[in-house]
């Protein structure tokens, strides 16, 4: 197999090393492109073409529908694992032991505690701000409150932070669902599981005991696993460039918020059902809206379908599919949304322009219906994926940070106004 490749430019050949991956995954190494060239750039917007790292956290193939974790199968892990043992694996390689496991959730309830003044900041928003913003805002106010810098050097103070940003977190997402609703703000119970807790402290009510439902523990469980790594997505690569600059986790972290947000990212989950109660208040007409998504002049796109590197199917989808209906079924919840929801997945799959695209439905499309069903807040459905996202966000920065990677700075081709004289304003 050939360990080079060839680029023929202005009657001279360059060669450029091939890089193989651990899957065989192989990659043109350009990074003396411009000092070889005398200065050509490459153009790829959307990077659909282009690898920003060498990761060794998450193997996805898209064409086979392969999902792995630290070399394990998503399917095998949303089936035995907990979320705190993937969050474990995910940033730092490997399974825990009994005893890492605990020592490390020790860790994390002893960071559990948010300081009391963030409420103030958390008070100033208006009811209605939606809640991925102030998650973004809170997330990054948290700089001022533990204003030390990480020595990612020291393995100490980035396993300080990691336990830090771990046990906080969930307390920022509780805080904002409960802002929304007008609860008192409420704290964790260290007898309680890592996800346990999160339940805990989003729904205890202020008059009543908190009681654990198994079931919506365990689906709350695997949907973070689920949402827990997915190598370089928009979100993930956010962190890893606004890491870059060296500006600390808690900085990176927010700004991946701000972009996980967007609807064709996470705020996706929030889209689709939104779209799905639009569908059935509309009669649950499905061919009037699958009529609209391939209609060019019209914006509508369906939302939940469609994935820029599955183009077969999304193993994550299927493994939702088949929960949203066990945990339906569980909780004795029949739901119009889960019927529209499979009615248009099947149109979707039966039709020439989906089948044409390879659109097939990913991890949201189901995601909304369980995340009703356990009584979350449509306009929360994004938080839970950023809650779900984090451990992979920080297995991402510290891998970036502990390769030393270089300042992301992508270039341009530039098609501006080529120099030209200033005009005074009174002789424009
Ligand atoms: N509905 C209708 N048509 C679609 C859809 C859709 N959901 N998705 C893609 N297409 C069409 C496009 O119009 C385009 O058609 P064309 O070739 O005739 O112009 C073609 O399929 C390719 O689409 P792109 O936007 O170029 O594909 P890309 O890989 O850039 O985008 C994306 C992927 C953003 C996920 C897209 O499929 C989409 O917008 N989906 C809906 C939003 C969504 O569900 N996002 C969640 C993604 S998963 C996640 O973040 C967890």
Same mark, same amino acid.
């Given at each position: ?12 050949? @360059?060669? #450029? ?22 200065? %050509? ?34 399917? /095998? ?6 979320? %705190? ?6 940033? @730092? ?23 009391? /003044? ?15 913003? $102030? ?9 001022? #409150? ?22 906080? @977190?969930?307390?920022? $997402?509780?805080?904002?669902?409960? &802002? ?51 190598? =370089? ?36 989950? =929030? ?22 998504? &391939? ?35 569980? %909780? ?9 929801? &499979? ?5 979707? %799959? /039966?039709?020439?322009?989906? $089948? ?6 990913? $991890?949201? @499309? ?63």
């Amino acid at each position: 197999m050939a360990d080079k490749a060839t680029l023929e430019y202005n009657g001279q050949k @360059f060669d #450029f090393p091939l890089i193989k991956g651990t899957e065989d995954e192989l990659a043109i190494d350009i990074k003396t492109l411009r000092s070889v060239t005398g200065g %050509l750039t490459t153009i790829d917007p959307g990077y659909k073409n282009t690898g920003s790292c060498e990761s060794g956290i998450t193997f996805l193939d898209g064409e086979k529908g392969i999902l792995r974790y630290r070399g394990y199968s998503i399917e /095998e892990l949303a089936e035995k694992a907990d979320f %705190l043992e993937v969050c474990y694996l995910l940033i @730092f390689g490997e399974l825990p032991n009994k005893e890492q496991l605990s020592a490390f959730h020790i860790d994390i309830k002893n960071e559990s505690h948010v300081d009391e /003044e963030m409420k103030k900041i958390l008070d100033a928003f208006p009811k209605s701000a939606h809640p991925m913003g $102030v998650l973004s805002s809170l997330t990054s106010a948290l700089i001022a #409150f533990n204003p030390v810098s990480v020595n990612v050097t020291s393995a100490d103070d980035m396993y300080g932070a990691i336990v830090r940003i771990l046990a906080k @977190f969930p307390v920022l $997402v509780s805080w904002t669902m409960r &802002k929304q609703k007008g609860l008192p703000l409420d704290y964790g119970d260290d007898n309680l599981g890592y996800v346990e807790n999160i339940h805990k402290m989003m729904f205890k009510m202020p008059t009543k005991e908190y009681v654990k439902n198994k079931i919506v523990i365990d689906a709350l469980d695997k949907l973070l696993i689920l949402h827990a790594d997915h190598e =370089q997505n928009c979100s993930t690569s956010t962190v890893r460039i606004v890491g870059s600059s060296h500006a600390g986790l808690f900085a990176s972290l927010s700004a991946g918020i701000s972009a996980l947000w967007g609807p064709l990212h996470g705020g996706a989950n =929030q889209a689709v059902l939104e779209m799905l109660e639009a569908i059935v208040a509309d009669g649950g007409d499905t061919k009037k809206y699958m009529a609209k998504a &391939k209609d060019k002049s019209d914006p509508f796109r369906l939302m939940g379908f469609g994935h820029r590197v599955y183009k077969n199917f999304d193993p994550r989808a299927k493994i939702i599919k088949k929960a949203a209906d066990e945990i339906l079924a569980d %909780l004795g919840i029949e739901d119009p949304i889960l019927d529209v929801a &499979k009615g248009l997945e099947k149109e979707a %799959l /039966e039709d020439q322009y989906f $089948v044409d695209r390879k659109l097939y439905p990913n $991890v949201d @499309f189901y995601s909304g219906v369980i995340y009703r069903a356990l009584g979350i807040p449509t306009e929360m459905f994004t938080v839970m994926f950023a809650l779900g996202r984090l451990p992979g966000w920080i297995a991402q920065w510290r891998e970036m940070r502990l390769r030393n990677e270089p300042i992301g700075r992508p270039r341009q081709v530039y098609i501006g106004e080529t120099f030209r004289s200033f005009v005074e304003v009174d002789k424009r």
